[in-house]
C-alpha cells in the first residue's frame, strides 16, 4: 500500500471532520480486520503526543472497511485546547496478527479563531 499524503487543516473552536477514502490503482483498499491509529506530534520524533486517535469505539476514527473509508472527527471541546501551530502526523492500520501497515501522513495546522464560546 502506498503511503497517502493528506495534510490537515484544523480551525480552533471548531468540529474537524475528514472522511479518506483509501485506493490502490483507483481501487479501496479493503480495511477488513485493521484497527487505524492516529498520532499528531511537534516531529516524527518527538515523543510530545498532541492527539491521539483510533477506530476503537468513541475514540475519533469511525471505520468503513470494505470501502476503504473513514472519517477523522474531532470535537470542538478538544480543538479548543489546541496551542500548537503546525506538528505532523500519521496513521498506522493494524490487524490482530500484528500486521501494520502505514496508510496515511501529513503535515497539521491550526487555525486560530478570535471567537470563543
Known amino acids: 500500500m502506498n503511503v497517502t499524503k ?3 487543516v484544523i480551525l480552533n ?4 471532520q475528514a472522511s479518506v477514502e483509501l485506493k490502490e490503482d483507483e481501487i479501496p483498499i479493503d480495511l477488513t480486520g485493521y484497527t487505524l491509529y492516529l498520532q499528531c506530534r511537534p516531529s516524527y520524533q518527538s515523543s510530545t503526543i ?3 486517535l483510533s477506530s ?7 471505520l ?21 501551530k503546525d506538528a505532523v502526523y500519521d496513521m498506522v492500520a493494524k490487524k490482530a496478527d500484528g500486521t501494520q501497515l502505514r ?9 486560530f479563531g478570535a471567537t470563543h464560546i
Open 6 to 8: 493528506v495534510d490537515l
Open 64 to 84: 468503513d472497511p470494505t470501502a476503504g473509508k473513514f472519517t477523522i472527527t474531532i470535537p470542538a471541546s478538544q480543538t479548543s485546547t489546541f496551542e500548537f
Open 56 to 62: 476503537l469505539p468513541n475514540q475519533g476514527i469511525v
Open 50 to 52: 498532541y492527539f491521539d
Open 103 to 111: 496508510a496515511m501522513e501529513g503535515d497539521v495546522f491550526i487555525d
Open 13 to 16: 473552536n471548531a468540529t474537524f
